[in-house]
């Protein structure tokens, strides 16, 4: 089982809706989650990060948490085509290193 | 704003040569990681810098080497290029904290022949 699970996609949205990418991850140690964005050919921009359980919103994005069932969760509201990019989760265990998704293809038609 | 340079968006070398990828950030971080991105694989972790000449192993090391000399800077060496090291190479920095957000530069996009 790989550490960080996300489906590949590509998820396709209408413009305005709401898109939900999912993330599910095995280590119940576990500590700080995030999302990342990454358009094609560029690197990755934080999205947003999150550390306990429940919801956190900035904007458009919201982020939950769910420790319990070891899944985090992206929403984006109003998706625009601006949107469309890969999504990566992202967790970290208490230490240094960070590990990454494969990242979920989001694409929002006009 | 955090900022992350690397010294080649693009790079296409030989199999066999040497090759060398600079990092340098600029928000006086601790942490510096180099990882590799493949189609499917997502992130891979090479090495990473805790601190000015330290180093650690990360999940797929072998056929590379890493040097800090400097806490700005962190270099990614390829000893002999090898075809299966065509892929796109990121350097990250992070504050000191464990468990930081890591900042990304814009990668090097390497092709070996």
């Known amino acids: 089982q790989k550490e960080v699970e996300q489906n590949s996609g590509p998820l396709s949205v209408p413009e305005g809706a709401i898109a939900s990418l999912n993330c599910t991850y095995s280590?119940?140690?576990?500590?700080?989650f995030f999302w990342y964005r990454q358009y094609s050919g560029k690197s990755p921009e934080l999205i947003m990060f999150i550390y306990s359980n429940g919801d956190k919103e900035d904007g458009r994005f919201t982020a939950q948490l769910n420790k319990a069932s070891q899944y985090v969760s992206l929403l984006i509201r109003d998706s625009q085509p601006s949107d469309s990019a890969t999504y990566l989760c992202a967790l970290n265990t208490g230490g240094f290193k960070t590990i990454f998704g494969a990242g979920t293809r989001l694409f929002v038609k006009a | 704003d955090v900022k992350v340079t690397q010294s080649s968006r693009y790079l296409v070398k030989r199999t066999g040569e040497k090759v060398f990828l600079e990092c340098v950030q600029d928000m006086d971080h601790e942490n510096m990681f180099w990882y590799r991105q493949d189609p499917g694989l997502g992130l891979r972790l090479i090495y990473f810098s805790y601190d000015v000449k330290m180093k650690e192993k990360g999940d797929i090391p072998e056929g590379y080497s890493v040097s800090r000399e400097k806490k700005e800077r962190f270099s990614l060496i390829l000893e002999s290029a090898s075809t299966n090291q065509t892929s796109m190479y990121l350097c990250?920095?992070?504050?000191?904290?464990?468990?930081?957000?890591?900042?990304f530069g814009p990668g090097t996009r390497l092709l070996v022949l």
């Open positions: 990250a920095s992070s504050s000191g904290q464990a468990g930081e957000t890591q900042y």
């Open positions: 280590d119940r140690g576990s500590q700080s």
